[in-house]
């Protein structure tokens, strides 16, 4: 198939000695590069099969359905309701994704569209540093900011009382955690696109924003769209973040300035203190399971999405 | 509303998300560098002191074991990630395996990239109950590398493929075989390598929740890779919420550490990725 190995097996029965050498390490790393690539695929199935494995016990214990609607979660008398949690996720999914991608799309236009020279460096290089931030300093800076403000000015000003730390608030800095990872996959599809199409639209008489909003959002529409499905992948998984500053109680929240639970934050909240409890155990195993599971939807979701408004909104 | 009107609306809207952006940038790092410097350049040798028995109670002493844990678990984690990532991005170039592969290995990795590291932590913490030993730094370090390795893989599998055809071309013209072909490829693609490995030590330094149940959360120097061990970014969620003022003065002060060193991550990718373009043909 490729020119070099025929010619080495050739030389290798001539001249074992420098070209013998090249081509054993030509082979051992060849099975190491292989190993390599499969690995990808092997750690995904281990990490599968252990979870699975592992939340066996709970499953044929109780019901999954049972679970997943019931909302009594009371570890220590074997009662394991997930729906608090799975409403708290959702809730906090839904906020900060309704508050970040109008936000995030529009500073991709920005970026994409109107930042010329210096400016776009800059912005998009703090875009860049925003993105590396780690989550526990969010969190920190959550604490020490918008608790305060959402217990002293949000709450009243919608009329309602909160102690500062619950889902609004959570929700609050995960809008701001994933912003900058929307944008910066929203501006990769807007440049991606060829400058015909601009030129074409303005040339029938557009102007920039119709442009921008007929032609290019479009175009880009399936990236963008990728983008936000990723997002709302990140912002479900989230853990560290969710764990400081939801205020930790699992029962169905009436409101978003409760306190609540996300299904990562139950984990870190209750997998210290109970882990000796082998079906409490394998109750959080089961939530890990589920959120693998979920966010492997959303990617799978995107990625079809993405290959089917493709076709659709060709250019 | 007219056109010209609706136009200069959403440029507005535009610009003003932008801007948004960045003032929350601003605050996000000034809150850090403020408040956490305000107790770090008081008393920096908080950072270099171990800390006392009662660590936890009344924050006697520094946080010295998070900052060594830190090192001890991202600096070997990051080697076996580089290693790793670095081979299968080498894979998934098309002399090793042929484009269907690649497709469904790089599907794989997408999933991997997409994970919440909460799962690693619970995965491997799952490893450890299974294998019966406990939690430490040696777990620590496997978490993170697992977390790692689909992120620089993504980077160095971009990296690669910017290298342009030209150089795998003329290595294989002259007669190399693949593997001396990648590494010609890899040094090609060098900037983005390398700035990929820094992103991945960045991302690797500020994870808490993977290392959360895998390295221990211990409040003493770390023994050695068989004993628990705690990072910064564990220290600053378990001490951020604490009644004593001390001990949660201590969480500003790790913050501030943390970011300084992320910052600084961040600035060494550009100017190394910068310094390295020599070997990038025709820059």
């Known amino acids: 198939m490729d020119p070099t190995t025929d010619h080495g097996s050739n030389a290798e029965t001539t001249r074992p000695d420098r070209l013998g050498r090249r081509l054993v390490i030509e082979r051992l790393s060849s099975y190491w590069l292989i190993g390599a690539g499969l690995f990808a695929v092997a750690l995904f199935g281990l990490i599968v099969l252990t979870l699975v494995q592992q939340s066996i016990p709970i499953v044929s214990e109780h019901s999954l359905l049972e679970m997943l609607t019931s909302a009594n979660w009371d570890p220590a008398q074997e009662e394991f309701g997930f729906l608090p949690a799975i409403l708290g996720t959702i809730y906090v999914t839904v906020l900060s994704m309704a508050m970040g991608t109008p936000i995030a799309i529009l500073a991709a236009i920005y970026i994409a569209e109107y930042a010329e020279g210096r400016m776009k460096v800059i912005v998009s290089s703090f875009i860049d540093v925003l993105a590396a931030i780690p989550s526990v300093i969010f969190g920190l800076v959550g604490l020490v900011v918008v608790v305060p403000f959402v217990g002293d000015y949000l709450a009243p000003a919608f009329g309602t009382h909160s102690i500062g730390l619950g889902i609004v608030t959570v929700s609050l800095v995960m809008a701001i955690i994933v912003t900058p990872f929307m944008i910066s996959l929203s501006v990769e599809s807007l440049e991606a696109l060829p400058d015909e199409l601009r030129e074409a639209s303005l040339g029938v008489g557009a102007t920039k924003w119709e442009t921008i909003r007929s032609v290019l959002l479009r175009a880009a529409g399936p990236g963008i769209f990728s983008a936000i499905l990723l997002g709302f992948g990140r912002v479900f998984g989230a853990t560290i973040v969710p764990a400081m500053l939801i205020g930790g109680q699992t029962a169905v929240p009436g409101s978003p300035f409760d306190a609540g639970e996300t299904l990562p934050s139950l984990i870190v909240n209750d997998f210290g203190e109970l882990m000796s409890i082998p079906i409490t155990q394998s109750a959080l195993i089961l939530v890990g399971l589920l959120l693998l599971v979920i966010v492997w939807l959303f990617n799978f979701g995107a990625m079809l999405v993405r290959r089917r408004l493709q076709r659709r909104w060709q250019y | ?283």
Request: aromatic content about 10%.
């Open chain 2, 1 to 283: 509303m007219d056109r010209y009107t609706e136009q200069r609306l959403f440029g507005l809207l535009a610009r003003a998300s932008a801007a948004l952006i960045i003032a929350v940038l601003l605050l996000v790092v000034g809150v850090t560098l403020y408040r956490g410097g305000r107790v770090f350049l008081t008393d920096p040798t908080v950072a270099i002191t171990p800390p006392g028995s009662r660590y936890m109670l009344d924050g006697g002493g520094g946080f010295l074991h998070a900052v060594l844990g830190s090192i001890f678990i991202v600096v070997p984690a990051t080697v076996i990630a580089t290693i790793m990532s670095l081979s299968t991005a080498v894979f998934l170039q098309s002399d090793y395996s042929s484009e269907r592969t690649s497709d469904v290995i790089n599907m794989f990795l997408n999933v991997l990239w997409g994970t919440p590291p909460i799962v690693y932590g619970v995965f491997v913490l799952t490893v450890i109950i299974a294998v019966g030993a406990q939690t430490s730094l040696i777990f620590g370090v496997v978490a993170i590398a697992i977390f790692q390795y689909p992120i620089m893989t993504r980077y160095a599998d971009e990296a690669l493929r910017s290298a342009p055809d030209a150089v795998k071309e003329a290595s294989y013209g002259l007669g190399a075989t693949r593997f001396e072909t990648a590494r010609v490829t890899v040094r090609a693609a060098l900037p983005g390598v390398i700035a990929g490995i820094i992103m991945g030590f960045a991302r690797g330094i500020g994870d808490a929740a993977t290392v959360l149940f895998t390295a221990g959360r211990s409040t003493q120097m770390p023994g050695g890779p068989f004993e628990p061990a705690t990072t910064l970014p564990i220290l600053i969620f378990e001490q951020a919420a604490s009644f004593n003022a001390e001990v949660r003065s201590h969480a500003y002060a790790a913050s501030f550490v943390l970011i300084v060193a992320v910052l600084a991550l961040i600035v060494a990718s550009k100017l190394l990725a910068g310094r390295y373009a020599r070997f990038t043909p025709g820059g």
